[in-house]
C-alpha cells in the first residue's frame, strides 16, 4: 500500500487559542452532538484532551472541521477564548472539498478503539488502590457512580476480569459472573456461556439463582422426609423405580374399615415403605410452591386397600414408551423453569430499562399501545385486575392493593382508592409511560403466567417477545425456541397452502 502521509513535511498546524465569536462549526457526519451532562462536566473541569482542529477563511474566522462536539461543550461553559488546532485549509473546491470532510470526520468518529471492559475495571482499580473512593472516581473521570461500582467489582473477581479479556464482555455482563464468585460449578456455566452468547449470560444467571433457591428448599424438606425415617423423592422416575407400584395415602383405607375412611397422616407413622414425594406446583403458594406427597408401598402386605377401585385392567406400556414420557415431561419442566428465569429478567428489564423514568418513546411503542386497546394479535389479555396491579408493580409503585371506596372532596363523587392512585400517578408522570405500562402488563400477565399448561411454550406470546426484542430486550433461549417454533407453524401453514 502506497503511503500518502509524510509526516515530516505535513503542516501539523497551529494551536491557537481563538475568540468564541471567531468560531464557525462546519458541517458534520454528526448530527446528534449529544452533549450529556458527563462529557460537559469533563470539559468544564479537565479542558481537552485531545484539541479541535479548524481552517481560518479570509475573514479571519475559523471553521471547525473535527471536535464539533468539544467546541460546542466549550461555547455551552461560556469559555471566551477557545484553544484550535489552525490548520491550512485542504486544497480543494466543491465536492472534492466536501469529500475530503467527510472522510476525516469518518475517520476521526470511527477508527478509534474504545477501552475494553477489562481495561476500564483494572484503571479504576489501580485508582482505587492509590487511596481514590468510589464517589472520588465517579466525580473525576465524569463516571455514573453505579459503573463505578460494577467496574471495582469485576476488578476484584479473578474469573470476571479473566473472561472480560477473554470474550467482548459489557460491564454489566462482567459483573454477573463476579455476582457468583467463589461458586466454582456456576462461574464455570457462565463463562461458558460468554463464549457462546453474552446476551444469555443474565438468563443463566437467574436460572442458576431460582436453582438454587428451590434446592434450598429440596435439601430442607428431603431433610424432614428422611428425619421421620421415610424415603425421599424428588423425581417422578424415582417413583417408578424405588416405590413402582406405591399409592398416594389418601387414597388408602384400612381393609377392614367398612365405612372405607381414608388414611391421616398420622397413620403413616406405623406403616413400613413410606415415601415423601417432593413436587412442585405454584413458586407463589410457600416453600416456592414445593409440598410433600406421602405414597405407601406394599400397602396391601400392611393390610390396606384402595378406597375406590375403578375395576379397569392397567394398559401396557412399554420401556420406550416410558422413556418417551418422561423426556416429554422433564423437556417440560425444562421449559417451564427457563420460562420463569426469563420471566424474572424480561419484567426486570421491562421495569428497569423500557420504563425508566426519562425514557423517550417512539411510534412503535405507541402502536403497541394502541394494539392492546383494540386487542390486536400478540396482545394476550387477562384478568383486568391482575394486570393493573403488574402495571403497578412495573412502575416501580405497589400503589394501594384494596378495593376500598371514599368520596372525592372536590367532585362528592365515589372514588375508589386504586383511582386516587391512578390520577395522582398521572399527575406526576409520563402518560405514555404510564400506558406502555398497562398495555404490556394486559400481555404480561398471560405470557408470564406459570400457572399455564403451555408456559415456555406458549406460540401466541411470539408476536409479544418480537416486539420487545425490537426495543432491545435479549431474549433468553426458550423465548427465542417460541418465536422460532411460532415461524415454523407460519412456514408450514404457507407451504400447505401453497400446494392446494
Not at 15 to 33: C, E, F, G, S, Y
Not at 177 to 187: L, R
Amino acid at each position: 500500500m502506497a503511503i500518502t502521509y509524510d509526516p515530516e513535511a505535513a503542516d501539523i498546524g497551529e494551536l491557537v487559542k481563538i475568540p468564541a465569536t471567531d468560531l464557525v462549526i462546519d458541517p458534520n457526519v454528526r448530527k446528534d452532538i449529544r452533549l450529556d451532562k458527563s462529557f460537559v462536566s469533563s470539559i468544564r473541569q479537565y479542558g481537552f484532551e485531545q484539541h479541535p482542529v479548524g481552517w481560518r477563511d479570509d475573514d479571519g474566522q475559523v471553521h471547525i472541521t473535527m471536535g464539533q462536539r468539544r467546541v460546542s461543550a466549550a461555547l455551552e461553559i461560556g469559555w471566551a477564548l477557545v484553544p484550535v488546532v489552525v490548520k491550512p485549509k485542504a486544497a480543494a473546491e466543491g465536492d472534492r472539498a466536501e469529500e475530503l470532510r467527510i472522510l476525516t470526520q469518518l475517520r476521526e468518529n470511527e477508527q478509534r478503539a474504545p477501552l475494553s471492559t477489562s481495561e476500564t475495571s483494572e484503571a479504576y482499580q489501580q485508582l482505587a488502590l492509590f487511596g481514590v473512593t468510589e464517589d472520588q472516581i465517579a466525580r473525576k473521570t465524569n463516571s455514573p457512580r453505579q459503573k463505578v461500582t460494577t467496574a471495582l467489582a469485576v476488578a476484584s473477581s479473578e474469573p470476571a476480569t479473566r473472561a472480560a479479556a477473554a470474550y467482548t464482555l459489557t460491564l454489566d455482563q462482567a459483573a454477573i459472573i463476579a455476582g457468583f464468585d467463589g461458586d466454582d460449578d456456576a462461574v464455570t456455566q457462565l463463562t461458558e456461556q460468554a463464549e457462546k452468547d453474552p446476551d444469555q449470560l443474565v438468563h443463566l444467571a437467574a436460572r442458576i439463582r431460582e436453582d438454587r433457591a428451590d434446592q434450598e428448599v429440596i435439601d430442607r424438606l428431603k431433610g424432614e422426609i428422611t428425619a421421620a425415617g421415610r424415603t425421599p423423592l424428588t423425581a417422578w422416575y424415582e417413583k417408578e423405580d424405588l416405590a413402582p407400584r406405591a399409592e398416594m395415602y389418601m387414597h388408602l383405607c384400612r381393609a377392614d374399615d367398612p365405612d372405607r375412611k381414608q388414611l391421616e397422616e398420622s397413620d403413616l407413622d406405623g406403616l413400613e415403605e413410606v415415601f415423601g414425594w417432593i413436587r412442585q406446583g405454584h413458586r407463589a403458594d410457600a416453600d416456592r410452591g414445593y409440598r410433600i406427597d406421602w405414597y405407601v408401598g406394599s400397602w396391601k402386605k400392611q393390610g390396606l386397600a384402595q378406597r375406590y377401585n375403578s375395576g379397569s385392567t392397567p394398559v401396557a406400556v412399554t420401556d420406550e414408551e416410558k422413556e418417551a414420557e418422561r423426556e416429554r415431561k422433564r423437556a417440560k419442566r425444562e421449559a417451564k423453569k427457563a420460562m420463569i428465569a426469563a420471566t424474572i429478567v424480561r419484567r426486570d428489564w421491562i421495569a428497569d430499562t423500557l420504563l425508566a423514568r426519562g425514557q423517550k418513546y417512539k411510534d412503535t411503542h405507541l402502536t403497541f399501545i394502541a394494539g392492546a386497546f383494540f386487542g390486536a394479535l400478540g396482545h394476550l389479555h387477562s384478568n383486568e385486575y391482575a394486570s393493573q396491579e403488574l402495571a403497578r408493580n412495573l412502575l416501580g409503585d405497589a400503589g394501594p392493593t384494596d378495593l376500598a371506596w371514599s368520596t372525592d372532596a372536590e367532585s362528592g363523587e365515589l372514588v375508589s382508592e386504586q383511582a386516587r392512585f391512578a390520577t395522582a400517578l398521572l399527575t406526576l408522570d409520563s402518560g405514555t409511560r404510564v400506558a406502555l405500562a398497562v398495555a404490556i402488563a394486559r400481555t404480561e400477565a398471560v405470557v408470564g403466567n406459570e400457572k399455564g399448561d403451555a408456559f415456555g411454550q406458549d406460540a401466541r406470546a411470539s408476536r409479544y417477545l418480537r416486539t420487545l426484542a425490537g426495543w432491545g430486550y435479549p431474549l433468553a433461549d426458550v423465548e427465542k425456541a417460541i418465536v422460532t417454533a411460532a415461524d415454523a407453524r407460519v412456514e408450514a401453514a404457507f407451504d400447505e397452502g401453497a400446494a392446494a
